[in-house]
C-alpha cells in the first residue's frame, strides 16, 4: 500500500507525469521492450543529456551526478511503486515492465492534443 495518489487514477497520472525529469525516464526506457535491463547511470547520463542539449558523452560530472542523485532518491523509487519500472537498487538497474507502454501513450496523445490545441503540455 503506498502513501501516494492512487496511481490509477486521472490524479495519480497526473502526479507522476507532471514532472520533467519522469516525463523524459519514461519516454527514454520507452525504447527498451519490456523485460530489458537498463543500468541508472546510462538512464541518469541520456536524461541529463537531453536537458543540457548535449551528447550523453558530453555531459559534465557534475550534471551527471545531480541527475543520477534525482533518479535514484527520488524518479525511479517513484516509477517503480508505479508499476512501470523494477528498480534494482542494489544493482543500480532498471527493468522495463509493460506497464510503461500504457504511460507512453498517455504522453503521446496528450502530446498530439496540445499541438493540435496549439497549448503548452501540461503533464
Do not use: C, W
Amino acid at each position: 500500500m503506498t502513501d501516494g495518489p492512487d496511481q490509477s487514477g486521472p490524479a495519480g497520472v497526473h502526479h507522476l507525469l507532471g514532472n520533467q525529469r519522469r516525463l523524459l525516464i519514461i519516454r527514454y526506457l520507452s525504447l527498451f521492450a519490456p523485460g530489458a535491463t537498463v543500468e541508472v547511470r546510462h538512464v541518469a547520463r541520456v536524461v541529463r543529456g537531453i536537458e543540457v542539449g548535449k551528447p550523453p558523452r558530453q555531459v559534465s560530472t557534475a550534471d551527471y551526478e545531480s541527475a543520477y542523485n534525482g533518479l535514484i532518491q527520488r524518479h525511479l523509487p517513484k516509477l517503480a511503486e508505479s508499476g512501470l519500472i523494477e528498480y534494482d537498487e542494489g544493482r543500480k538497474q532498471v527493468t522495463v515492465t509493460p506497464q510503461l507502454d500504457q504511460y507512453t501513450l498517455i504522453i503521446a496523445a496528450t502530446s498530439v492534443i496540445t499541438e493540435v490545441r496549439g497549448e503548452s503540455p501540461r503533464l
